[in-house]
T-cell receptor, first 109, second 113 residues
């Protein structure tokens, strides 16, 4: 089986920075995705890491360490609209994604 | 492009009833997937398909069936619905299995009473 762990909930203040950690132990690894999911909506793509290091995309950055089985998503300059669930997902060799349970981020004014 | 569309948006079933959840994509993607998401949980893969005529089981296939007769359509069939199948069902598609950004449909909320 696949094991992907991330914190259940995080709370931060508008304008602050939040880091969501994800650790994984999977039977295969072809990359790691982060998805954002607002309540009652479908997940939408945020980032993809296949090599070690940091990928930056505007206010969002994602980091991967394959040797440690570890990734994080960094959200900077938090806005109220960033309140959502953030899903860590590992791409397996067959092309399917294995998801963590998600981290609910609440941004407070 | 409409992307990935799913019907219906909501459905209530009685125990033992059957239904088909429809999924269509217009992006000419080879790969299609069905997930279920229970409250407060991540997505679990039910079935997936790498092309027309080819399907494979995911993590939680019991109680479901799929078919892929065309590139565009990937219906999910529930036979003998059970309360444990109450969930939100998402269909997704992707171009390939390498860089594999999956595009998700809006979901179907199913309640089995």
């Amino acid at each position: 089986g696949q094991n992907i762990d991330q914190p259940t909930e995080m709370t931060a203040t508008e304008g602050a920075i939040v880091q969501i950690n994800c650790t994984y132990q999977t039977s295969g690894f072809n990359g790691l995705f982060w998805y954002q999911q607002h309540a009652g909506e479908a997940p939408t793509f945020l980032s993809y890491n296949v090599l070690d290091g940091l990928e930056e995309k505007g206010r969002f950055s994602s980091f991967l360490s394959r040797s440690k089985g570890y990734s994080y998503l960094l959200l900077k300059e938090l806005q109220m609209k960033d309140s959502a669930s953030y899903l860590c997902a590992v791409l397996l060799h067959g092309g399917e994604l294995s998801f963590g349970a998600g981290t609910t981020v609440t941004v407070r004014a | 492009n409409a992307g990935v569309t799913q019907t219906p948006k909501f459905r209530i079933l009685k125990i033992g009833q059957s239904m088909t959840l429809q999924c269509t994509q217009d992006m000419n993607h080879n790969y299609m997937y069905w997930y279920r998401q229970d409250p407060g949980m991540g997505l679990k893969l039910i079935y997936y398909s790498v092309g027309a005529g080819i399907t494979d089981k995911g993590e939680v296939p019991n109680g479901y069936n799929v078919s892929r007769s065309t590139t565009e359509d990937f219906p999910l069939r529930l036979e003998l619905a059970a309360p444990s199948q109450t969930s939100v069902y998402f269909c997704a598609s992707s171009l390939s299995s390498s860089y594999n950004e999956q595009f998700f449909g809006p979901g179907t909320r199913l309640t089995v009473l």
